[in-house]
């Protein structure tokens, strides 16, 4: 007999690879967030902090977070919509209308996120956000097709 995981277990593993792509730019405010709400054990908050790699560190925090249980996941789902955190990762929005589609869906929360997710790709299409541009090689590229 094997139980179905919570509904916020779900809504973290489906949406994982695109919250470690949006995450990664600040790994470490994020893990500094989730330590303030005791969403990670002193032992899984020391083994994330290791990581080095910003993806594997965020990768560490979801995988802690959803081995802990549906109350760590709604945790950290509530710590996705924090003030803090959107102004910080404005792609994070479409947690918010996810979170609400999901959970009010009940037990049909499965096709409910099969059917939001590629709505949510043509609102906010996969775009890397580069905050390390050691070179500049962005900034010259826009003010060379600005001339």
């Given at each position: ?21 949006i995450l990664s730019a600040d790994a470490d405010f994020v893990l500094q ?98 905050n390390n541009d050691p070179g500049g090689r962005l900034a010259d590229w ?6």
């Amino acid at each position: 007999m094997t139980e179905e995981p919570a509904a916020e277990i779900q809504l973290l593993r489906s949406q994982k690879a695109k919250l470690i792509e949006i995450l990664s730019a600040d790994a470490d405010f994020v893990l500094q967030h989730a330590d303030s709400r005791c969403l990670l054990s002193p032992h899984g908050y020391q083994q994330v902090k290791a990581c080095r790699i910003p993806s594997e560190k965020v990768t560490d925090l979801l995988d802690h977070i959803i081995q802990r249980g549906p109350e760590a996941a709604q945790g950290l789902l509530e710590l996705l919509n924090n003030q803090a955190l959107q102004e910080t990762f404005p792609m994070l929005r479409f947690i918010k209308d996810l979170q609400v589609n999901t959970l009010s869906s009940g037990n049909k929360q499965t096709s409910r996120k099969r059917q939001t997710a590629p709505e949510l790709q043509e609102i906010f299409p996969p775009k890397k956000i580069c905050n390390n541009d050691p070179g500049g090689r962005l900034a010259d590229w826009r003010w060379t097709s600005l001339l």
